[in-house]
């Protein structure tokens, strides 16, 4: 078997970069064209439509001034009244439409990111750490749709508006316009000193968030294990600090847009004397109109609003542009060619192959000591092993590389003739299904979901599956039997039943070989034994790989491999490894007294 490949793919999830991002966004607009025009239409329409009342205002001015007979100012008067009652109408119609096409877009790479990640190699899940994962698919959808509703509205609303009433100051009196034109520099100066720094901060908030889901995660997975060695003050304390980073990161973002809160009020004030000073001029020097110099302040006036709502929005805008980053960062991550497959050759006899690894080796990158060393180990077909040991022996790597989750760096795994370093993802899950404590009920008919194992599996043979596993009774009594909803927003179901539906996953999935990884991690509870049952009536048949835990599962194993430092130290049945005395019969003892 070969050496890993030495390049080492990064620690996180791909951030794709603001160029790749707005080019995501333009290319989904391009698929929805007529909604695309009619946002744009509307929203420049109700823009110049809230200008017009202020252009009519001079002309008011001027007619006042002027001696300009009454109809005249009334004919004007009902246009202002009526440009205002329809720049409200379009601007609503533009909000409505802008978060339609945003919950369109959003739809679209919410269904992207997780289609990306389901597509990736197992190995490459497992290396980022399922924090980085679920903060993607989790928080980041929630940020950008929350911005979507409300942020990405306003800044682009608010954006055309600004650009309107600019053009409307020129229209006034071009002289007029430049001095407005005056707060641009400033403008500029605050918008490059502020969106350099910004986006790398909100960048590296969202990571940090990240990083506390992980602790998080990490803590609440092994919560058995943390408690049983007492390292619940180690756990809380990393939490505390990951929190505690997220803090000072949100502070640091808070104080830092004040700043810039600062630097564009200076803006709005340059710009406001300008157009002052240059509008008395013109007044004193008979070049332009008093309701041209009238309005001219006003139009300037009517940037605030626009502006400071960019102002204001312009954090939450942020956090969604980079949640949008990470997001279409995902779908650049490499996927598998083939999600879903089978191997050339069937199993044979009872549906079982044997396991057997060979001097096995393995690192996790960027870390110098292997976390598997030299592991040797064979199942027969349809046999049971047990991994025991304590915390960092390696029992869970080892179950992943079996697993063909990661590839080591030397020895081989194999699944009855076959290698798994050469089989891609498709024929590994064909030949071995591994089942972890975070099992998930997707939302819809239960018959969906126990589908996604075996699409093409009869309703008789899903009632089957769920017999199987002790499941058949409650789901029998479901509203709608097997297209009763399921998950959020359907029907509720306890962490034995959920357990239940995975177990019932690994019936219909029929792979010859079975890996366990804290699977019944609910004993204890009610509803352990019932569990434990179910294990058992899955992997009948099958070649079994558990990692024990609890020494109650170890017990039920055929033969138990006792993992310490990344080696195997001791080998054999419950009772041969407890008569011989060693780290297996301290840890038996440790446990029969703690019950």
Not at 358 to 366: A, I, K, N, R, V
């Amino acid at each position: 078997m070969s050496t890993a490949d030495t390049r080492v793919a990064p620690a996180t999830l791909r951030t794709a970069t603001g160029g790749e991002a707005a080019g995501w966004v333009a290319a989904h607009c391009r698929r929805a064209p007529w909604l695309t025009a009619a946002t744009l239409l509307t929203t420049v329409a109700g823009a110049a439509l809230q200008v017009l009342p202020v252009l009519l205002l001079s002309r008011v001015v001027d007619g006042v001034t002027g001696g300009g007979s009454r109809s005249v100012l009334l004919t004007v008067g009902v246009l202002m009244v009526a440009a205002a009652l329809l720049g409200a109408v379009a601007t609503a119609v533009s909000t409505y439409l802008i978060g339609r096409l945003g919950a369109e877009l959003l739809a679209r790479l919410r269904e992207g990111a997780v289609r990306a990640v389901l597509g990736m190699p197992s190995a490459r899940v497992e290396q980022v750490g399922r924090g980085d994962v679920l903060s993607r698919v989790g928080d980041d959808v929630a940020v950008l749709s929350k911005g979507i509703r409300s942020a990405v509205p306003t800044v682009f609303s608010a954006g055309v508006l600004v650009v309107i009433a600019t053009a409307g100051m020129f229209g006034l009196d071009w002289r007029l316009g430049l001095a407005g034109a005056g707060a641009l520099p400033a403008y500029g100066l605050a918008l490059r000193w502020y969106l350099p720094r910004s986006a790398p901060l909100y960048r590296k908030q969202r990571a940090a968030q990240a990083d506390r889901a992980q602790a998080l995660i990490s803590g609440l997975n092994g919560i058995d294990t943390v408690r049983a060695f007492r390292m619940e003050d180690a756990v809380r304390e990393k939490v505390t600090r990951e929190s505690w980073r997220v803090r000072d990161l949100g502070v640091d973002v808070f104080r830092f847009f004040g700043r810039f809160v600062g630097r564009e009020n200076r803006a709005e004030f340059i710009g406001l004397v300008l157009i002052v000073v240059v509008g008395y001029a013109l007044l004193e020097a008979d070049a332009a109109s008093l309701g041209e110099v009238s309005a001219a302040p006003l139009m300037f006036h009517r940037l605030f609003t626009p502006l400071g709502a960019i102002m204001f929005t312009f954090d939450e805008a942020q956090k969604s542009g980079a949640s949008l980053t990470r997001l279409v960062g995902v779908l650049g991550e490499p996927a598998e060619d083939r999600l879903v497959g089978e191997v050339s050759v069937a199993p044979t006899g009872a549906g079982a192959y044997p396991v057997t690894v060979e001097g096995l080796t393995f690192s996790y990158p960027d870390t110098e000591e292997p976390v598997l060393r030299e592991v040797n180990l064979s199942v027969p077909a349809g046999g049971s092993l047990a991994l025991v040991g304590a915390t960092g022996a390696g029992k869970s790597t080892l179950a992943a590389l079996i697993a063909g989750i990661g590839t080591p760096q030397t020895g081989a795994v194999r699944i009855g003739p076959h290698d798994l370093a050469g089989l891609d993802e498709a024929g590994a899950r064909a030949l071995v299904s591994i089942l972890t404590q975070e099992t998930h009920v997707f939302s819809g008919p239960l018959a969906d979901d126990l589908r996604l194992a075996a699409p093409g599996a009869s309703d008789a043979e899903l009632m089957e599956a769920l017999r199987t596993v002790g499941a058949g009774e409650w789901a029998e009594l479901l509203p709608d039997g097997l297209n009763t909803t399921v998950g959020e927003g359907g029907e509720r179901l306890d962490v034995t039943e959920v357990a239940q539906i995975a177990l019932a996953r690994l019936v219909l999935g029929r792979a010859p070989v079975v890996v366990l990884d804290e699977s019944t991690a609910e004993a204890g509870s009610e509803g352990a034994a019932e569990l434990e049952r179910a294990v058992l009536a899955a992997c009948s048949g099958r070649t079994t790989l558990f990692v024990a835990h609890r020494l109650t599962q170890a017990m039920a194993a055929d033969r138990i491999a006792v993992l310490s430092a990344g080696r195997v130290v001791e080998e054999g049945t419950h009772g041969e490894l407890v008569a011989l005395g060693g780290q297996y019969a301290r840890l038996w003892r440790a446990w029969r007294e703690g019950s």
